[in-house]
């Protein structure tokens, strides 16, 4: 997507030798929600790529110096890793459904209302225009009020405004109505990551992991996490279950991360 062409393109001018990283990027973030399997393909592509596109920026540049910076946090849900992280194209209602279609002329559902505003929102966000992302997400919510994938989505874009203890608050209202939504971890985990709160975004990824061993995301954010700490040989690890769990759209992460792989002590 071009939010990480255009990171690739920015790390590639930034890029300086050195063993470290800045930060994890990763979220995308998704979630788990009542829509049809495409939605969940489409957020969490979108998320992911948005935090991977971050995280491959500190990567290259080889630099440890701080806790990722968030501007491009945008995943961290959406599409290429979410759920079941198939990259592939599945028809979904969302898809199907005009946005014309909501004021009007044709009876939709909730369901289906909340899934084209929230196919609407994710647009948006993969455009960096946050505030019409934003509303659209609301607008998702106002059908699907108990949506997980709607709450952790617009975590991920008050996250991105730098509205943290708002984007948190929709973390943990996601990981309230769903407790399995992998994304909403991994997202509020890489929001303490930021904080410098460690141990509670240890925690997360952890549990992440356990209820889905397969999500690349958390992998990434937790290997982060270990290196920054010093715990190089269980980093190494989380790094190698990454190159693993990988999808076909995260290549570039992937040529990254075994770049930098050769640098960790």
């Known amino acids: 997507m071009s939010i990480i062409h255009e990171a690739l393109k920015k790390a590639s001018r930034d890029e300086a030798p050195g063993p470290g990283l800045e930060g994890p990027r990763r979220d995308r973030f998704s979630s788990t929600s009542t829509f049809p ?6 957020r969490i592509g979108v998320l992911f790529c948005l935090i991977g596109a971050t995280y491959l920026v500190y990567v290259e540049r080889g ?9 491009g946090f945008l995943k961290t849900s959406k599409q290429e890793s979410s759920t079941g992280f198939p990259g592939s194209s599945v028809a979904s209602k969302a898809q199907e459904i005009a946005p014309e279609n909501l004021s009007g002329t044709k009876s939709v559902s909730a369901e289906d209302s909340a899934a084209a505003h929230e196919k609407l929102g994710t647009g948006h966000l ?3 225009k946050l505030t019409e992302a934003e509303r659209e997400f609301l607008l998702a919510e106002s059908f699907e009020p108990r949506s997980s994938v709607i709450q952790n989505n617009l975590g991920l874009v008050l996250k991105m405004q730098g509205r943290d203890a708002e984007a948190e608050t929709r973390y943990r209202t996601a990981l309230q109505f769903d407790p399995a939504n992998v994304q909403a971890m991994n997202n509020l985990g890489l929001l303490y990551q930021q904080q410098n709160r460690l141990e509670e975004a240890k925690r997360l990824y952890q549990k992440a992991i356990q209820a889905q061993p397969n999500f690349p995301d958390s992998h990434l954010n937790y290997a982060v996490l270990l290196e920054r700490a010093g715990y190089f040989e269980e980093s190494r690890q989380q790094y190698q279950s990454f190159l693993v769990a990988a999808t076909p759209q995260q290549e570039q992460a992937v040529q990254l991360v075994k770049k930098h792989l050769n640098h960790l002590p």
């Open 63 to 71: 630099v440890l110096n701080g806790l990722f910076a968030s501007k």
């Open 37 to 42: 399997p495409k939605v969940h393909l489409i």
């Open 126 to 128: 993969e455009k960096g």
